[in-house]
């Protein structure tokens, strides 16, 4: 069992930078893949990025790619979403995400365990 805690949300203007953070309990962290997922009103999950269990390997979303920045610090039990550049489009609910195994997926069905989310709105 996994619980993920994402904090670090908020309201900012566009072009601002935002630092999300979401911590996990539990000592098999290194064990699980991680994922960010967000949710605009009326839309559905889409993922963000993924880190694979040691660092080495990150995977992001064509609309944040460049501007957002996936790590980990497994000692700490920690996973971040740096996000810079930020646009209007990028207002939803991020929430955090871990998968036990070995392979990273794109899809929020692989996740095994879901934090609760946390606001990010981008105003103009």
């Known amino acids: 069992q996994v619980q993920l805690v994402e904090s670090g949300g908020g309201l900012v203007q566009a072009g601002d930078s935002l630092r999300l953070s979401c911590a996990a309990s539990?000592?098999?962290?290194?064990?699980?893949?991680m994922g960010w997922f967000r949710q605009a009103p009326g839309k559905e999950r889409e993922f963000v990025a993924a880190?694979?269990?040691?660092?080495?390997?990150?995977y992001y979303a064509d609309s944040v790619k460049g501007r957002f920045t996936i790590s980990r610090d497994n000692s700490k039990n920690k996973v971040y979403l740096q996000m810079n550049s930020l646009k209007l489009e990028d207002t939803a609910v991020y929430y955090c995400?871990?998968?036990?195994?070995?392979?990273?997926?794109?899809?929020?069905?692989?996740?095994?365990?879901w934090g609760q989310g946390t606001q990010v709105t981008v105003s103009s």
């Open positions: 539990g000592r098999t962290f290194s064990s699980y893949v």
């Open positions: 995400a871990a998968e036990y195994g070995l392979y990273v997926h794109t899809t929020s069905q692989q996740y095994d365990y």
């Open positions: 880190i694979s269990r040691g660092g080495i390997n990150t």
